[in-house]
T-cell receptor, first 119, second 112 residues
Framework: GAVVSQHPSRVICKSGTSVKIECRSL??????MFWYRQFPKQSLMLMAT?????????EQGVEKDKFLINHASLTLSTLTVTSAHPEDSSFYIC???????????????FGPGTRLTVL | QKEVEQNSGPLSVPEGAIASLNCTYS??????FFWYRQYSGKSPELIMF????GDKEDGRFTAQLNKASQYVSLLIRDSQPSDSATYLC????????????FGKGTHLIIQP
């Protein structure tokens, strides 16, 4: 159980276009989802916290107008990178926290990640 | 600003030996800690979490927490080549569901 999927797994786009990444919890309901970004040879950096039915909370330095997050249901959060540029090329990973169960110690279930390359 | 520090390595260990990975953290209020393993190009997978001072064992893995010293470690016994990966230490924020602050990770290489 506790499977999180992401789509697409890999995307290549031209500079200036927008890209949408989906994160789904497949077998549980996720009240909270997180979006992380990982540049080559660096660690994961939290970008934003996405709560179902409310606005996302962005970490300092992350542009909310550039990285649009929508958490429309308890199983789906989307991240849209608007007007993408080469410096946005990165590995984007989502994670989800369920309604119950492993939350006692904030266990997060990670998706497989989306590799974004902006040309 | 919460910080989690790790030596990036690489840490090279012979097969069958014990690999010791270390992590320090800045926030004394942190209550629990996670160790993740990440293979190249993949997302992290949880190995262990620990919230009490002392040791916690799970198979070949032992996590150690010393809150007074703000220090967390992960020991891998009988290291296998498949253990070669980057190991990430992480701490959550306060509250029920907060994003994790990750260390930069230690690149572990198990030499056959």
């Amino acid at each position: 159980g506790a499977v999180v999927s992401q789509h697409p797994s890999r995307v290549i786009c031209k500079s200036g276009t927008s890209v949408k990444i989906e994160c789904r919890s497949l077998d549980f309901q996720a009240t909270t989802m997180f979006w992380y970004r990982q540049f080559p040879k660096q660690s994961l950096m939290l970008m934003a916290t996405s709560n179902e039915g409310s606005k996302a909370t962005y970490e300092q330095g992350v542009e909310k107008d550039k990285f649009l997050i929508n958490h429309a249901s308890l199983t789906l959060s989307t991240l849209t990178v608007t007007s993408a540029h080469p410096e946005d090329s990165s590995f984007y990973i989502c994670s989800a926290v369920g309604l119950a169960g492993a939350l006692a110690y904030n266990e997060q279930f990670f998706g497989p990640g989306t590799r974004l390359t902006v040309l | 600003q919460k910080e989690v520090e790790q030596n990036s390595g690489p840490l090279s260990v012979p097969e069958g030996a014990i690999a010791s990975l270390n992590c320090t953290y800045s926030d004394r209020g942190s209550q629990s800690f996670f160790w993740y393993r990440q293979y190249s190009g993949k997302s992290p997978e949880l190995i262990m979490f620990i919230y009490s001072n002392g040791d916690k064992e799970d198979g070949r893995f032992t996590a150690q927490l010393n809150k007074a010293s703000q220090y967390v470690s992960l020991l891998i016994r009988d290291s296998q080549p498949s253990d070669s990966a980057t190991y990430l230490c992480a701490a959550p924020g306060e509250g029920g569901a907060d994003g994790l602050t990750f260390g930069k990770g230690t690149h572990l290489i198990i030499q056959p």
